[in-house]
C-alpha cells in the first residue's frame, strides 16, 4: 500500500487529534487505576501461597502504571525471615484496555542489584479481577539460595525458567493448581541440618544439581534430578504434592548416591555402614518442605 503523500495536510489533522486522545486515555488509565486495591490483592495472595506474614517498609507508586514496594519482608514464627530489597509489579495497560490483566513482576534480594538475585514473573489473566485461568511465566537470576532456603541452605546460586497456568475463583482463590513445567540449576551447593534420626545431622556439598519438574493438579513429578560435587554424585526420582502454605507439600523422592571422597569420611558418624568410594546406596526424602527428613 502507498501512503497517498499528496492528501497527508487533509489526514494530519485528525491523525494528530486521534494521538492526543490515545494519550489522554492512557494518562486517565495510569491516574485513576485502582493501585491501592491492587496492591492489597498481591500482598493477599504472596500471604494465601506462602502462610507467611508479609509486609513492606512503604510501597510506592512507580511510572508508567506501577506499584514498587522496598524493604518487603515475609516472617513466619517457625521459618527464617525473607526479606527482598524490591519488589516491582508493571501493569500492562493494553492488556487493560482489552479487559484482562497483565503483570511483569520482579523481586531483587537486594534494593540496588538488578542483574542478580532477581525473581522476574510475568502473569496475564483474561479477567481483571483474575477469575479463571492465569498464566505464569518467570526466569530465576542467580538467586543466592543461603538468604532464601535457610537453615537447610549455607551456600549456592540457582537459575532456572518456569511455567504454570493456574485457576481462581471470586471466593475460594486458587481452585486448581492446573499444571506447568519448571526447570532450576544449582552452582556450588552446601546443604546443612538435615535431619537423619537419633540427633544425626547431614551435610552435603556439591558443584552443580539439576532439577526439572512437571506439574499437573497437585502433583508435581520429578522429571530430573541430578548432581555430582566431593561427596559424589546423585540422581533421583519423585514426587512433590502441593499444598497451600507451600512450605506444607508433601515430599517423597528416591535417592541414589554414589559416594565420593568427602562422604566416605562422614559415614562413620552418621551411622552408615563404610562403603567404598564408588558403591552406590538409595535411601528415601519424605515428609513436608518445612521438616524434611531423610530415611536410611
Known sequence: MVWPVKD?????????????????LALSMILTFPYEALQARVIGELQRATGMEVRAAGWAIGFPAAIEWRQMTFAKTDW???????????????????????????????????????????????????????????????????????????RGTMTGEFTHRLDFSANAGLT?????????????????????????????????????????EQVCEVTELKGDGIDGSFSGQGT?????????????????????????AKAPGLGIPPLPTGTPFTFKVIGTLAQARVAL
Do not use: N
Request: aromatic share 6%; hydrophobic share 45%.
Open 8 to 24: 497527508w495536510p487533509a489526514w494530519k489533522a485528525p491523525l494528530l487529534w486521534m494521538a492526543f486522545g490515545g494519550g489522554l
Open 240 to 264: 512433590v504434592t502441593m499444598q497451600q502454605p507451600i512450605q506444607q507439600s508433601q515430599v517423597a523422592l528416591s535417592l541414589t548416591v554414589i559416594p565420593g571422597v568427602g562422604f566416605a
Open 80 to 154: 527464617p525471615p525473607l526479606q527482598l530489597g524490591l519488589v516491582r509489579a508493571q501493569v500492562g495497560l493494553w492488556r487493560l484496555l482489552t479487559g484482562g490483566v497483565g503483570l511483569d513482576l520482579a523481586a531483587q534480594l537486594d534494593e540496588a542489584t538488578a542483574t542478580q538475585g532477581t525473581v522476574k514473573l510475568t502473569v496475564a489473566a483474561a479477567s481483571r479481577s483474575m477469575t479463571g485461568p492465569v498464566a505464569v511465566t518467570g526466569k530465576i537470576q542467580t538467586l543466592d539460595l543461603s538468604k532464601v532456603v535457610r537453615p537447610y541452605v549455607t
Open 176 to 216: 486448581s493448581f492446573g499444571e506447568g513445567t519448571w526447570k532450576a540449576d544449582a552452582k556450588d551447593l552446601s546443604l546443612d541440618h538435615i535431619p537423619i534420626g537419633s540427633g544425626r545431622i547431614l551435610s552435603l556439598a556439591f558443584s552443580s544439581l539439576s532439577m526439572a519438574l512437571a506439574c499437573r
